[in-house]
Each structure stands twice: as structure tokens, then as C-alpha cells.
């Protein structure tokens, strides 16, 4: 089954950063849609970021945009999440995804086709 990795969770205080990484040995993440997901205990999941294949855009929702962005590195075959100004309702388990490209219900998890298994971000003091 091919895969995708994330990494960079951990705890952090209110008020500070992570920065989270998801790649693949199996894909060229350049040529795909990825998205960022998160699940808090007990509740759904929620879509945050979907951006799409090398030179297309990003989408980021309402409610974490302007605290988090997607990015790409080509090179490292790595798609980045910066989370900033992190709040204690960010605590969940974040993954990412990929698919051929941001469907405009990306969000439910729609279009995506392999997911991660996910890495901890924890917020408190």
C-alpha cells in the first residue's frame, strides 16, 4: 500500500508554532493534490488545506486561515503545514492526503485516494 508519512507534532504552548511535513517514497507529491486534516477525541474529522499539484493553488478554511498555511518543497518531495498561534482546540491528530486534485468538497475528505497515519499536535501549558 503506498504510503505518506507526517512528522513534526508535539506539544507546544498556546501562542506557539509547528511546522508539520508529510512526504512519500512511493509519489512525487509535485503531481498531486495534498491535503491536511485533522481529528480532535471524539470529533469528526475536519479538512483544513488542500493545494494543488505543482503551481496551482491553496485552499485553507475559514476557520484556521490566517494562522495556517500549506506549502510545497519540490526538491525534499515534502508538503508543509506551518500552524501558528496555535490555541489548545487545535490539540487533534493531523494527516495528510492525497488525490489528483482539490475537489471543491475536499474538506470531507472527498478526492483524496492515500492518507497518512497521522502525527499528534498537542497545545497546552
Known amino acids: 500500500q503506498p504510503q505518506l508519512v507526517e512528522s513534526g507534532g508535539g506539544l507546544v504552548q498556546p501562542g506557539g508554532s509547528l511546522r508539520l511535513s508529510c512526504t512519500s517514497s512511493?509519489?512525487?507529491?509535485?503531481?498531486?493534490?495534498v491535503g491536511w486534516f485533522r481529528q480532535a477525541p471524539g470529533q469528526e474529522r475536519e479538512g483544513l488545506s488542500c493545494?494543488?499539484?505543482?503551481?496551482?493553488?491553496?485552499n485553507v478554511v475559514d476557520s484556521v486561515k490566517g494562522r495556517f498555511t500549506a506549502s510545497r518543497d519540490s526538491a525534499n518531495n515534502t508538503v508543509y503545514l506551518q500552524m501558528n498561534s496555535l490555541k489548545p482546540e487545535d490539540t487533534a491528530i493531523y494527516y495528510c492526503?492525497?488525490?489528483?486534485?482539490?475537489?471543491?468538497?475536499?474538506?470531507?475528505?472527498?478526492?483524496?485516494?492515500?492518507w497518512g497515519k497521522g502525527t499528534l499536535v498537542a497545545v497546552s501549558s
Open positions: 493545494i494543488e499539484n505543482s503551481g496551482g493553488s491553496t
Open positions: 512511493d509519489f512525487t507529491l509535485d503531481y498531486y493534490a
Open positions: 492526503a492525497q488525490g489528483p486534485w482539490c475537489t471543491d468538497d475536499y474538506a470531507s475528505g472527498y478526492g483524496m485516494d492515500y
